[in-house]
């Protein structure tokens, strides 16, 4: 049974949803069965491309850990319009003559970097009484989305615009954020606070927690498993998803004690998120205080060798 990660570089067109079951199709053809668990660690939009983190097997039990990793994003927009899905695949429901100069987009960056309040869309998968804000949307509905809270940690222009007094069509941003954080809702506002209006027409994910794109494979790549090319080529291990908190490691006893749900005590380390090992296998994610270490995640990896 296979553990760990597929990073995959999603298309644009393909969905996270479609993504898991191209890896679900591919482990099956493969030879590995229907009875490996497979998930996703962030939904990326259809009409977005980029780092769509895939977990194999116990690193399932990571994927709520990448929802709430932060995530950085290339987008494009485009000035003059705005659609209903803040996107493409919208229908423009407003218009300006308004272009912004290179030297005015700075000048409101400020106010959408940090902590910021925003509106997701309204054609988006956020659930209100239950329904998908977007099925809403689609059957008519008057949908009122509600304020949250998000943080953007940086946010640039991105290449350099030739010349800071020329009136611009189209701007292609850097932004890396928290979780929650709606890149077409960040377009629109920015946009409006130019005394203009924007469309999303580039949205491309660079990172997602640990995980970027010099690690990702294509969809190609992914169907040559399915074909007989080694699952090895392009497994990550587990720990991969934990590179962002330091390791413990444990002798066999300790270990043992942990993989019985049991509480070690008296152990040298700073209070925080550790990954257990024994040698090179993650036991668990462990929360340690005051010494004392108590089991936040357990892994079922005490047989596999790495």
């Known amino acids: 049974m296979p553990h760990g990660w597929i990073i ?35 939904t990326l939009d259809p009409l977005a491309s980029g780092v769509l983190p895939i977990a194999i097997g116990e690193a399932t039990k ?12 290339l987008f494009t927009v485009r000035f003059g319009e705005e659609t209903d899905t803040l996107d493409l695949e919208g229908k423009v429901i407003a218009t300006s003559e308004v272009r912004p100069t290179k030297a005015q987009i700075e000048a409101v960056l400020a106010r959408f970097t940090g902590d910021i309040e925003q509106v997701p869309p309204m054609y988006s998968a956020l659930k209100i009484d239950g329904e998908r804000a977007y099925d809403l949307a689609r059957a008519g509905v008057d949908v009122e989305m509600k304020s949250r809270s998000v943080t953007i940690h940086a946010l640039q222009i991105l290449p350099e615009p030739p010349s800071s007094g020329e009136d611009l069509d189209y701007v292609t941003f850097l932004a890396k954020v928290s979780k929650g954080t709606y890149i077409r809702s960040l377009a ?22 640990p995980f970027d794109l010099s690690g990702s494979i294509s969809l190609d790549k992914l169907n040559e498993t399915g074909k007989g090319a080694p699952l090895e080529q392009i497994l990550l291990p587990l720990e991969a998803g934990l590179d962002d908190i330091p390791a413990i490691d444990l002798d066999p006893e300790q270990a043992r004690a942990v993989r019985q749900g049991r509480v070690l005590t008296g152990m040298p380390h700073e209070d925080g998120l550790y990954c257990a090992k024994e040698g ?4 668990a994610l462990v929360e340690l205080s005051d010494g004392n270490v108590r089991v936040s995640r357990g892994f079922n990896l005490s047989d596999v060798a790495e």
Request: net charge positive; hydrophobic share 35%; aromatic share 2%.
């Open 8 to 42: 995959l570089d999603k298309p644009v067109g393909l969905g996270s949803t479609q993504a898991v079951a191209a890896v679900k199709r591919n482990l099956r053809e493969a030879g590995y069965g229907k009875k490996v668990k497979v998930g996703h660690g962030g």
């Open 188 to 209: 629109r506002d920015i946009a409006q606070a130019l005394g203009s209006c924007g469309t999303v027409t580039m949205l491309r994910r660079s990172q997602a927690g």
């Open 280 to 283: 090179l296998v993650p036991v």
């Open 62 to 73: 990571l994927t709520g850990r990448m929802l709430d990793a932060s995530k950085t994003y």
